[in-house]
């Protein structure tokens, strides 16, 4: 059974960094789509980053140059990071990890355009960042 658990999430001023972790397990696949979203109440989810099993990545335009999305791990176990630096107030969300378990290069690109990654979501970790 597929299973993602997020961690690293907390509250820091504007300015700082924090750093998000999602482990996944029961995979036994070699290629997948991995990403990051963010949802603040009353508004739509936001796909925020995307990684693929050759390591392309993607960002939305409001986090390039401040995020940086990367994975590591063995076969069944991956780990999935987001390093968020510079954040801002507007940063500030329930943050989700995703992973499209089935995805192969051939179905498409590995981009939140694209409707991916969608399959598998975490629990949440919330992300505070004040002024």
């Known amino acids: 059974q597929v299973r993602l658990v997020e961690s690293g999430g907390g509250s820091v001023q504007a300015g700082g960094s924090l750093r998000l972790s999602c482990a996944i397990s029961?995979?036994?696949?070699?290629?997948?789509?991995l990403g990051w979203f963010r949802q603040v109440p009353g508004k739509e989810r936001e796909g925020v980053a995307t990684?693929?099993?050759?390591?392309?990545?993607?960002?939305s335009d409001s986090v390039k140059g401040r995020f940086t999305i990367s994975k590591g791990g063995a076969m069944s176990t991956l780990s999935l990071q987001m390093q968020m630096n510079s954040l801002k107030p507007e940063d500030s969300a329930m943050y989700y990890c995703?992973?499209?378990?089935?995805?192969?290069?051939?179905?498409?690109?590995?981009?939140?355009?694209?409707?991916?990654?969608?399959?598998?979501w975490g629990q949440g970790t919330q992300v505070t960042v004040s002024s």
């Open positions: 995703a992973a499209d378990l089935y995805w192969a290069p051939g179905m498409g690109p590995c981009t939140v355009e694209a409707g991916r990654p969608n399959g598998h």
């Open positions: 029961g995979y036994t696949y070699r290629t997948y789509c």
């Open positions: 990684i693929d099993s050759d390591d392309h990545t993607t960002y």
